[in-house]
């Protein structure tokens, strides 16, 4: 039987296969170990790529004042500004 690359669970099409070195301080390194443990993510890619699409859907729902608004777990609005 063949082996077959993992996809994306959104994605029909096999996701390709790359290694990448990221150089990074401290604090970034903690970032992304602390997210890992809060997004469930199995890996770094993971990380990144639920990182990524909360950041696009941040920067698209946007207002023309560079804000976004949400309403957190305890039920109050909040206000990210992106700058």
Avoid: C, W
């Avoid at 099409?13 to 401290?26: G, I, R, S």
């Avoid at 890992?36 to 023309?64: P, Y």
């Amino acid at each position: 039987m063949a082996e077959t690359a993992p996809t994306h669970k959104d994605e029909k099409e096999p996701m390709a296969q790359y290694q990448t070195t990221l150089v990074m301080d401290q604090r970034t390194a903690d970032s992304l170990r602390e997210l890992k443990e809060q997004l469930g993510a199995s890996n770094n890619s993971q990380v990144i790529r639920k990182a990524l699409a909360l950041a696009r859907l941040v920067a698209r729902n946007a207002n023309a004042d560079n804000e976004f608004e949400f309403i957190g777990p305890d039920g109050k609005h909040k206000t990210v500004i992106l700058d």
